[in-house]
C-alpha cells in the first residue's frame, strides 16, 4: 500500500460504495403474505395486464433511500443498486430510485449469481475499488455470505430499524 493509498484510508473510515439489494430490501409486495419473488410477480402481472399500476402492488422502502441518499450527499459514498432481475428498471421506479442511486447492476444481465463470491469481485472490478470499500446490503443469507467470502463488508436487511442502526454505527 503506497502512503497516498494509507492517507485516503485514514480520510476515509467508512465505505466508498454502498451496493443495495433491491428486492425486500428497497422494495416490498404491498401484500405482507406474499411470499414469492418480486421479479416473479411483476413478470406475471405485466404478461397478465401489460403495462400495470406498479404501486398498488409493490412499495419502495422510503426511509432506508433516504438514508442511503442522505450518506451519498454526506460522504460522497457512491451508491448502487445490485439485483438479481429488472424490476427496479420500471419508470415509476427509476423515477424515485435515480436521484438516489449512481446506477443499477443486473446479476443476470452480468452473467453472474448474487449467491456466488465471485460476482462481488466482478463488482469491485467495474467499480475499480477493493472489496473492502464495499458495503453490500440484503436481505438474502446465501448472498451475504458470498459478499463476505469476497471481501465485502455486509448487513443483512431484515427491518428499517436495524439496518438504520447498523448504517449509523459504520457511518458514524
Do not use: W
Not at 416490498?28 to 398498488?56: E, I, M, V, W
Not at 443476470?108 to 466482478?122: F, I, R
Not at 472490478?125 to 448472498?143: M, T, V
Request: proline fraction near 5%; hydrophobic fraction near 35%; aromatic fraction near 8%.
Amino acid at each position: 500500500m503506497t502512503n497516498q493509498e494509507i492517507v485516503e484510508k485514514i480520510k476515509s473510515p467508512h465505505p466508498k460504495v454502498i451496493l443495495c439489494d433491491f428486492s425486500r430490501t428497497l422494495c416490498h409486495p404491498t401484500d405482507a403474505h406474499y411470499l414469492g419473488g418480486l421479479n416473479d410477480l411483476d413478470k406475471k402481472l405485466t404478461a397478465k395486464q401489460g403495462s400495470y399500476p406498479f404501486f398498488d402492488h409493490f412499495q419502495l422502502n422510503d426511509q432506508l433511500l433516504a438514508a442511503i441518499k442522505d450518506l451519498h450527499d454526506k460522504y460522497g459514498t457512491q451508491t448502487y443498486i445490485f439485483t438479481t432481475d429488472l424490476i427496479q428498471e420500471k419508470p415509476e421506479v427509476k423515477q424515485i430510485t435515480d436521484p438516489v442511486f449512481n446506477g443499477t447492476h443486473i446479476a443476470n444481465q452480468l452473467g453472474v449469481s448474487k449467491s456466488d463470491p465471485s460476482a462481488y469481485e466482478k463488482l469491485a472490478q467495474i467499480l475499480g475499488i477493493e472489496p473492502g470499500e464495499i458495503l453490500f446490503i440484503d436481505d438474502s443469507a446465501a448472498n451475504i455470505q458470498a459478499a463476505a467470502t469476497a471481501g465485502i463488508r455486509t448487513i443483512r436487511y431484515s427491518n428499517n430499524s436495524q439496518i438504520l442502526q447498523n448504517l449509523e454505527s459504520i457511518f458514524h
